[in-house]
Structures are given as C-alpha cells and as structure tokens.
C-alpha cells in the first residue's frame, strides 16, 4: 500500500490542525494504521494508532484528550485531528500501516513497514 501524507503546516499554540493519510494501490482493510512524529536528532515517536477492522484506537499519553484519530471507509483516508496544539508538538508526522501487528507492538515503528512522506507540523508559541 502507498500512503500519502498531507494537512501540516504553521499554526499558534492552541490552534487545531487534522492531517490526512490516504491510502492507494490497496484499501486499508485489515490494517492498522499509525501516525508517528519526528524531530531532528530523535527517534521516532508513537503519536496514535487505529485498526481498520473494528476501529479501535490508541494514544501516546503526550495526545490523549488532544489527538483523535479516526478512519473513512469510502475515501480510505486516515486522519489525525489534532487540538489545543502546543510548541513541543512540533515535528514531521509519517503515517504508516501494516496488517497483523499484535497490540504490545502498535506504538514501535518497527512494526510497519509501509511509510508515507512526513508532513511538517510547526506550532509557535
């Protein structure tokens, strides 16, 4: 599957972003979708995770109540709504799915092998 990663840019402190994952040469059915962040000289970070098939979702503690990520079966988009925004959570965002990943192993980056292209997400203070 090829993922396209899209919606990032500049926003203040407290402002809202919702960036978009789609999905072409195969639907996301049986997959689990994640959205990982990045700054420069830091491993990639688990931000949140949904398993197409029942929809469950998982959070980073950093997101919880801030983040909601969530799927459109007919546009086979993943997004990542993400509210009350702060300058730490400034980074490249990747989206990335696999099938088959166990839940002791959604938040490693390890576990997906495919990877769309990072979008920026800057937030000033």
């Known amino acids: 599957v090829q993922l396209q990663a899209c919606g990032g840019g500049l926003v203040q402190a407290g402002g809202s972003l919702r960036l978009s994952c789609a999905a072409s040469?195969?639907?996301?059915?049986?997959?689990?979708v994640g959205w990982f962040r990045q700054t420069p000289g830091k491993e990639r970070e688990f931000v949140a995770a949904?398993?197409?098939?029942?929809?469950?979702?998982y959070y980073a503690d950093s997101v919880k109540g801030r983040f909601t990520i969530s799927g459109n079966n007919a546009k086979n988009t993943v997004y990542l709504l993400m509210n009350s925004l702060r300058p730490e959570d400034t980074a490249v965002y990747y989206c990335?799915?696999?099938?088959?990943?166990?839940?002791?192993?959604?938040?490693?980056?390890?576990?997906?092998?495919?990877w769309g292209q990072g979008t920026q997400v800057t937030v000033s203070s």
């Open positions: 990335a799915a696999d099938t088959s990943i166990i839940l002791s192993s959604i938040r490693m980056s390890r576990s997906y092998d495919n």
């Open positions: 949904i398993r197409w098939s029942g929809g469950s979702t």
């Open positions: 040469g195969r639907t996301f059915s049986r997959q689990t």
